[in-house]
């Protein structure tokens, strides 16, 4: 992608566009500092961007690299942490914090760029933007290294300047860990009334996902439940899908409350075969159970839609 700037207060883009496609000459106004610009194809106040998620893709993709990643990352989990040297950046604070947590494992980088001339006569030099990963051995990070961006420019960029070019890397990284590292939720509450019931199945065919919400005190109303659950579970939209259902159990606070496998028993959960459930009792009240629930929920989503598992 190639973004130009203004180049009166180089802090604002004016326009970008994709490599393969056609180039049109633009008059844009900065919303900054009001300046006219006139972009053409002899413009020279652009800087580019480069894919970062199809870098990582094809680097993970590496049969070569992935052992390289697993090997290096086994050997600083089992190395002695009471050695108080500090010979990389996993023997840092920062880093044992970030990590603690054994089941999942973050990638950290070094982000850093440098000028070099483009030509030995030229006066225009080019920036480039690297990504260097930390999971990966010293002696591989540079030779694995990604590049995320290249600004051409005549003299040493500015703090706007670079501030702008440094911007569009942090937001490719941003949405990157939202698609990768978190789940993010479009959620509709639809009401179990009779008169509602027949709007469910408009939602089926675009959903990831079931959380399916039980009085548990209420045992008169747990037959109709499940009359529910199989419609469900029989429609066309959702019956050839492996998606999660999450039974939320609430007011199991309550004295006569059924108990989970009563529950489990008395919805047939037993047969269901071809998607992941989980009974979870809840409190909405207090919040008991929630937390637990949908990090559940979240970790199935992530290893269906993301991991394809």
């Known amino acids: 992608m190639i973004h130009y700037y203004c180049m009166s207060c180089k802090q604002q883009i004016l326009y970008y566009t994709k490599l393969k496609e056609r180039f049109r ?44 990643i697993f090997d290096f990352i086994n050997k600083m989990d089992n190395r002695n942490n009471d050695e108080i040297a500090i010979r990389d950046i996993y023997d840092s604070e920062l880093y044992k914090e970030i990590n603690s947590d054994t089941n999942m494992k973050y990638i950290t980088y070094n982000l850093s760029t440098d000028g070099a001339p483009l030509t030995k006569s030229g006066k225009r030099g080019f920036w480039l933007l690297q990504i260097i990963l930390n999971c990966l051995p010293p002696k591989s990070r540079f030779k694995y290294s990604l590049i995320c961006g290249m600004l051409t420019c005549t003299e040493e960029p500015n ?74 579970l029989q429609h066309p939209d959702i019956a050839g899908r492996k998606m999660p259902i999450l039974f ?6 309550l004295p006569d409350s059924l108990t989970t496998v009563k529950l489990v028993s008395g919805l047939g959960l037993d047969k269901i075969q071809n998607k992941p459930w989980h009974v979870r009792t809840t409190n909405a009240i207090t919040g008991e159970g929630l937390q637990a629930a949908i990090e559940w929920f979240t970790d199935q989503i992530r290893d269906i839609h993301i991991n394809k598992r």
């Open 25 to 68: 000459k633009q008059k844009n106004t900065c919303a900054i500092c009001n300046a006219q610009c006139e972009i053409t194809t002899k413009s020279k106040n652009y800087f580019m961007s480069v894919d970062l998620k199809y870098q990582l893709k094809m680097m993970f993709d590496s049969v070569e690299i992935k052992k390289e």
């Open 248 to 253: 939320l159990a609430n007011k199991m606070d």
């Open 159 to 232: 703090s706007d300047l670079a501030n702008l070019y440094f911007n569009n890397f942090k937001e490719q990284a941003a949405l990157l860990y939202n698609e990768v590292g978190n789940v993010g939720f479009t959620a509709f509450d639809m009401s179990g009334h009779d008169r509602y019931r027949s709007l469910w199945e408009h939602y089926y065919k675009d959903c990831q996902g079931v959380i399916f919400i039980i009085d548990s005190s209420d045992k008169l109303r747990l037959v109709v439940a499940k009359e529910e659950l199989d419609m469900l």
